[in-house]
């Protein structure tokens, strides 16, 4: 007897990021960034390419914190509905975003010790069905798993939905910076606030 593939897997599921997702992490990541993303990537030496491409050529790479290594993804019937990506903060950030005006607030914003939340999407299609939720718990995981106390991730002042998801899901203000407005961005007043959490 043959089933329909949708009753051989499960209705929902979190698993690692594959590289011929990189694609796709590029596109929830621009949901994800609320315009930042762009501006990094439109600095990024790659000719030719649209913007999409440029970002995922950047989470195709292996061996470095922006890469698809460090994503997940979560899956309903199969499709990818969303995605977090993270990665441990070691040490401060280098010198090319002290150095950008722009990026300078989040460098100063990092909280060493803490696993970082870089980006956390879910495609509109899928939202309000707990995918948020359910991604952030994986995070918690991985963070315990690595032997870290902690969670932090930055948010936009502007962005009220994701400061009220974050704080239900039990973040904390750790520090603001005044954000630089630019073209690319989706919010040009208000504070980059530092949100964390223990796990």
């Known amino acids: ?21 990189a694609g796709e992490i590029a596109r929830l990541f621009l ?8 501006y990094i990537w439109s600095k990024m030496d790659m000719p ?12 195709a790479r ?31 950030a280098d010198d090319s975003e ?3 005006p722009v990026l300078r607030p989040y460098a100063e914003l990092e909280d060493p010790g803490s696993l970082y939340v870089s980006a956390l999407a879910v495609h509109e299609a899928y939202r309000n069905l707990g995918i948020g939720s359910r991604l952030m718990e994986h995070v918690y ?3 315990r798993s690595l032997g870290l106390q902690r969670v932090s991730l930055i948010c936009f002042e502007r962005n009220e939905a994701a400061l009220r998801f974050y704080r239900r899901q039990g973040f904390q203000e750790m520090d603001r910076r005044p954000i630089v407005p630019h ?8 504070d980059a606030i530092l949100l ?3 796990c």
């Open 1 to 21: 007897m043959s089933y329909p593939l949708s009753a051989l897997m499960p209705k929902d599921q979190i698993r690692r990021a594959r590289q011929d997702e």
């Open 31 to 38: 949901i994800s960034s609320d315009g930042l993303a762009a």
């Open 48 to 59: 030719g390419l649209t913007l999409e491409e440029v970002g995922a050529a950047r989470y």
């Open 62 to 92: 292996t061996g470095t914190a922006f890469s698809f290594e460090n994503c997940h993804v979560a899956l309903r019937w199969g499709e990818i509905a969303g995605m977090v990506h993270t990665f441990p903060i070691e040490g401060s």
């Open 98 to 100: 002290k150095n950008d």
């Open 141 to 143: 995981g991985i963070a």
């Open 183 to 190: 073209p690319t961005l989706h919010y040009r007043d208000g």
């Open 196 to 198: 964390g959490r223990n």
